[in-house]
């Protein structure tokens, strides 16, 4: 265990003495975006050298794709002279650059946009900065800061890693999963455990909604109250400025069982193991998305699965094109890329992909038409 590891355990353990179990969320938010041994502050977490990959490092036509939506949704907002062209935890910034590269002929639209992207981490925005070669941009922490004009915001793998808190049915009551101290000496490796526990007075107020319902015994539900400020936050700025936001993770309608994993190296792992060295995911619940929106006045349309999504963009006829100039194993690779995008045993129907728009915008493409 290296020093980081130590210390993201001491200010758990610190924390839990001082004032108890933490709930989960907290838990989630200690260890992945503690301002100095979060996971999120270390260097490249993303690609072969970190813990996982995204779809834009498999393959440019993933950029490309979502490139020309966005066009598109900049055409059907009457091309505004002016407009944000937002970004959500844009990773390494391979989509971005994607996305900037795939669009570039079309010049009143490269003239409109003000690309700003939503970083915590300062590691990431360095290596952002070095994808991007020097393309203008902006960098913020929160959506609240963006500018009063359409808005375009793109969110992929974004809200899986948002902290979540689970709770569990247990004799007709909901009762909290915290995390704890297995005792006050062992391994740091073996250290933390989970316990169900009466809710906070603030975890009671996030059961609200399901106080009324009577699920079985042993019902686990996640619910993210990050999550829901931030949906909340974009559909307001959305809402008041025109645009859309194109939302895509791996997830499903709603929010019963128990989603949260670990991922280290490639590979799962407990979630209690190794705090602040590995990433820490939740299934996505696109129902509370689009109710967050819908509640806001904006449009979302219904959940699509990423491989139709790309397939009605027109992945298929783009790789035929691309694969025109390879041969070898350099067509075997560009296959499987694509096939890795949009084959439902892999990435194609474990990822979703949720639009919502501003009431009076035209039906989303790909989504809608």
Known sequence: MNDRDHKIVKILKKNILRHGALSLADYMHICLTHPIHGYYIKNEPIGTKGD???SPEISQMFGELIGLWIVQVWMDHQKPEKFSLVELGPGKGTLMADILRATRMITDFHNSLELILI????????IQKRTLKGFPAQWKTEIKALPNQPTIIIANEFFDALPINQFQRKSDKWMEVMVNLKGLSGSYSNEFCFELMNPSTASSEILINFENEVPEEGCMIEISKTMQNIVYCLSKHIHQNSGAALIIDYGKEGNVG???QAVHKHRYSNPLSSPGQQDLTSFVDFKAIRTYAEESGLIASHLTNQGDFLKNLGIEQRAEILSKGLSGNDLVLHQTAL??????NLMGDLFKVLGIRSAKSPPLIGLET
Do not use: V
Not at 119 to 126: G, H, N
Not at 339 to 344: A, C, E, F, M, T
């Open 52 to 54: 996982f990959t995204t």
């Open 119 to 126: 970083e915590i981490s300062p590691s990431l925005k360095s």
């Open 258 to 260: 128990n989603t949260l």
């Open 339 to 344: 096939d890795r995008l949009i084959n439902k």
